[in-house]
């Protein structure tokens, strides 16, 4: 058993599609998943796909005397942040929980930062300092402490009819996390300055202890996590989904419980959706998102990664939108005119497609998929050879060499092209060439709606 507080599970797809899907969104969601064979950390479990990859990391967790072997590296670096791999690991999740049919899935469990950033080599080559950090009372964290709590509540829905014992242990964890993120309050990035400026906590932690708190009311239907949601009152008026603001997600997810369960004590939740929402589709009095030329949602205040925005925010669009199919549900954006699911489910269709390749640069945005994909991703251990060991300063030449990667990282999603649709492609640009965990797992979900030929 892995360490709970670093938890992460791997989806492997056995997709029983619909027979009205497109195979393009099959063999996405299959790659997509991919992905995270060639992210993994620790000893290699014997369904390894990828050849070039190799066991590291085997001593994580010595330096403090605890056990952090395996998990999951966040990004094309070396490192395992916590904070952000939390948020994966609860979006992995969710897509479970509202797609799970459409993707027939059968569930596998699996499971630090300036050092390893002035270095350039594989994981499996690793000889810089492999540094642990943690939070505690004196030093708090509600943020990443709250934030996987609901990774942990969310994953005990996951595992609840295959694995009830293993469910109840993250339950039970996710709940002394939790009460941990409530009793001693505090942003993580206050307490461990050095993860700044990778993944400070901007947002501070109000987000995260709304988001934990409604996970662990949905796996446990405990009144007294609602009370606590209630006594935080409201939340920002947000635009942003993703691993630092939870916001927008903590509305959607308890706006089921407004419109599917009936409940009008969560109706400020449902109106708090529906605002980000309005935020979100053009041309709506209340409209604030940019989009490119070519239709993309752009984020000029947030540009390092933009795609990172695009599949967590089109990932809350389908979910209410199947909320709204569900209950017939529609509402305005202070104009005349109604919005309906199809509104939302068409945007996020033409989002999806974009990063498949239907965009002016007929380029794919998901490595290994298409005829055009990025091939020189920000990814140590796609660029850099197997053979022979090149330590952390020979390994440099790689990052700046104009060769295509000689490891094909299928499945991985970069950050995406620029705000006029241009994408350069090259490795030192780790704006727009680098992949990581976070954007690809919301768009498991979206991808599964759709292979499902877009059913409810």
């Known amino acids: 058993m892995t360490s709970l507080f670093f938890l992460v599970f791997l989806f492997s797809s056995l997709l029983t599609p619909n027979v009205d899907a497109s195979p393009i969104y099959i063999e996405a969601l299959s790659k997509s998943l991919l992905f995270f064979h060639g992210q993994r950390s620790g000893p290699l479990p014997t369904d390894q796909q990828f050849s070039w990859r190799a066991s590291s990391g085997l001593s994580d967790g010595s330096s403090a005397n605890v056990d952090l072997v395996g998990g999951y590296y966040t990004e094309g670096d070396n490192v395992k942040h916590n904070f952000p791999m939390a948020f994966t690991t609860t979006m992995l999740s969710w897509s479970t929980l509202e797609y799970g049919e459409q993707m027939g899935l059968e569930l596998q469990n699996a499971r630090d930062p300036n050092a390893d ?6 994981p499996e080559d690793m000889d810089t300092p492999r540094t642990v950090y943690s939070v505690s009372p004196s030093n708090p964290g509600s943020d990443v402490a709250a934030e996987t709590a609901a990774a ?21 964890t996710a709940k002394n996390v939790m009460q941990f993120a409530i009793q001693y ?5 206050d307490s461990i300055s050095s993860v700044c400026p990778f993944y ?63 409940d009008n004590t969560f109706d400020q939740y449902k109106l708090e959706a529906e605002s980000f929402i309005c935020k979100i589709l053009p041309n709506t009095p209340s409209s604030s998102t940019s989009y490119t030329p070519g239709g993309l949602m752009y984020n000029y205040n947030l540009p390092q990664s933009n795609l990172q925005h695009v599949t967590a925010i089109t990932f809350l669009l389908t979910t209410y939108a199947k909320y709204m199919k569900a209950t017939q549900h529609t509402f ?73 990667n000689p490891n094909i990282l299928t499945g991985a999603i ?37 292979a499902s030929g877009g059913s409810a």
């Not at 009152?233 to 997600?249: L, P």
């Not at 090259?426 to 060439?433: L, M, N, V």
């Open 117 to 122: 950033h002035k270095c350039w080599e594989r």
């Open 152 to 172: 942990l509540a969310a994953a005990s829905m996951v595992f609840r009819e295959v694995d009830s014992q293993y469910s109840l242990l993250l339950l039970a």
């Open 185 to 189: 309050r505090g942003s993580y990035s």
């Open 200 to 262: 400070c906590s901007y947002s501070g932690y109000k987000d995260e202890l709304m988001w934990g708190a409604a996970w662990l009311l949905k796996a446990t239907d405990d009144s007294n996590y609602k009370n606590f949601i209630q006594s935080l009152g409201g939340g920002d008026q947000t635009d942003i989904f993703n691993w630092d603001n939870k916001y927008a997600g903590a509305y959607v997810l308890l706006s089921q419980l407004a419109l599917v369960n009936s």
């Open 332 to 404: 305005n954006c202070g104009n005349s005119v109604n919005i309906v699911p199809d509104n939302l489910i068409s945007l996020s269709k033409q989002q999806v497609d974009y990063i498949l390749g239907e965009n002016q640069a007929k380029m794919s945005y998901m490595v290994g998929f298409g005829s055009s994909f990025p091939m020189r991703i920000h990814h140590r251990g796609s660029s850099i050879p197997s053979q022979p060991h090149f330590n952390c300063a020979d390994g440099l030449q790689f990052l700046y060499s104009p060769n295509p």
């Open 414 to 450: 970069v950050g995406g092209p620029d705000k006029n649709d241009e994408y350069p492609d090259k490795r030192d640009d780790y704006i727009h060439s680098e992949p990581t965990t976070y954007i690809n797992a919301p768009f498991v979900g979206l991808l599964a709606y759709f």
